[in-house]
Nanobody, 124 residues
Framework: QVQLVESGGGLVQAGGSLRLSCAAS????????MGWFRQAPGKEREFVAN????????YYVDSVKGRFTISRDVAKNTVYLQMNSLKPEDTAVYYC?????????????????WGQGTQVTVSS
């Protein structure tokens, strides 16, 4: 049973930084794509970034490019999202996701495994 457990959310002022962590367990993730989505109140879930487990290739939504960095530690089975220069519009619940057969990378339905989410609030 795959489990994804996020941590690291919190309240930060605009311009600040946070690092989210996602501890993955339940199987080997070789060949998997790991990623992050977010959902703000009243909005649909939005793709943020993903990373290939084997080779570390990354993909970001335009709105976070240059500010967010996704990475993974294979030995620790953990995925990270370093978020810098945070803006109030980054406020959302952030979800860690995983999938082995990714169709459209930005679609939530491409990822069968989801964590419980962690709240990120950026004050202005």
């Amino acid at each position: 049973q795959v489990q994804l457990v996020e941590s690291g959310g919190g309240l930060v002022q605009a311009g600040g930084s946070l690092r989210l962590s996602c501890a993955a367990s339940g199987r080997t993730f070789s060949g998997y794509i790991m990623g992050w989505f977010r959902q703000a109140p009243g909005k649909e879930r939005e793709f943020v970034a993903n990373i290939g487990w084997n080779f570390g290739s990354t993909y970001y939504v335009d709105s976070v490019k240059g500010r967010f960095t996704i990475s993974r530690d294979v030995a620790k089975n953990t995925v990270y999202l370093q978020m810098n220069s945070l803006k109030p519009e980054d406020t959302a619940v952030y979800y860690c996701v995983a999938g082995s057969r990714i169709g459209f990378a930005r679609s939530p339905t491409s990822y069968p495994y989801w964590g419980q989410g962690t709240q990120v609030t950026v004050s202005s």
